[in-house]
């Protein structure tokens, strides 16, 4: 079952982006990722090419980092020249509603993972941090990875990049924040997979349907029962 969100409606209001613990540039472009940063989301590729998003692009890292993995990540940023293109948050504590208005804040949601560790090759069809970006309607920079059956342009909510950090992923993120009827016609996709098929609920339907069909028959399954 894929580790998809509750339904959520409506989409949260977001905080402003002046609010994510410096001055955010007031352009569109604002690539935000949430979740662990560590070394399976990209960073690097990140960093090589985001100096070629937009001008001022700003790449947000909402989540904890640990020391030994930030330090490097930072000088790397320095080493580029891409040290103002990157923002740590770590904020303390969120409820649910707190942490949807911080990703909602961004434009592009960075949902890049290395498709060789353990938790792509064991997914349930995506990572829920995908899922996530679906919920708050932030079109996707994604990579191929094992089971993403939904990766990317499959489904219509957002570019794929390579894995490569060679390569960078410029061409994929530039073309959004420049063609906004682009950005709503993924948005939009975004919602109606949330809504329609990628919601805890749609996914669980099954299961409980059985559990109930079980429970009033007494618990007793038939001979032939899946």
């Given at each position: 079952m894929p580790n998809c969100?509750?339904?959520?409606?409506d989409v949260p209001p977001c905080i402003p982006p002046t609010a994510l613990g410096a001055q955010v540039p007031e352009i569109p472009g604002l690539v935000l990722c949430h979740g662990t940063v560590g070394p399976t989301r990209g960073f690097e590729l990140a960093f090589r090419s985001v100096a070629r998003w937009l001008p001022r692009s700003v790449l947000v890292l909402k989540g904890k980092a640990k020391c030994d993995f930030a330090t490097p990540l930072r000088?790397?940023?320095?080493?580029?020249g891409v040290s103002g293109c990157r923002i740590f948050h770590a904020p303390k504590f969120e409820c649910c509603e707190?942490?949807?208005?911080?990703?909602?804040?961004?434009?592009?949601?960075?949902?890049?993972?290395?498709?060789?560790s353990r938790i792509c090759k064991h997914q349930a069809t995506a990572l829920n941090k995908r899922f996530g970006c679906m919920v708050l309607e932030l079109p996707e920079i994604v990579n191929t990875d094992p089971r993403a059956v939904e990766a990317g342009k499959a489904e219509g909510f957002g570019p794929r990049t390579s894995w490569d950090p060679a390569s960078g992923a410029?061409?994929?993120?530039?073309?959004?924040?420049?063609?906004?009827?682009?950005?709503?016609?993924m948005a939009d996709r975004e919602r109606l997979l949330h809504l329609e098929r990628y919601s805890y609920d749609f996914q669980f339907r099954p299961v409980n349907e059985r559990l109930r069909w079980?429970?009033?028959?007494g618990g007793q399954c038939p001979t032939g029962c899946p």
């Open positions: 969100n509750l339904p959520i409606l000088a790397l940023a320095q080493q580029l707190e942490h949807y208005a911080t990703i909602a804040a961004g434009d592009i949601g960075w949902a890049v993972f290395n498709p060789a410029s061409a994929a993120v530039r073309p959004l924040p420049e063609n906004e009827d682009l950005q709503r016609r079980m429970v009033a028959d």
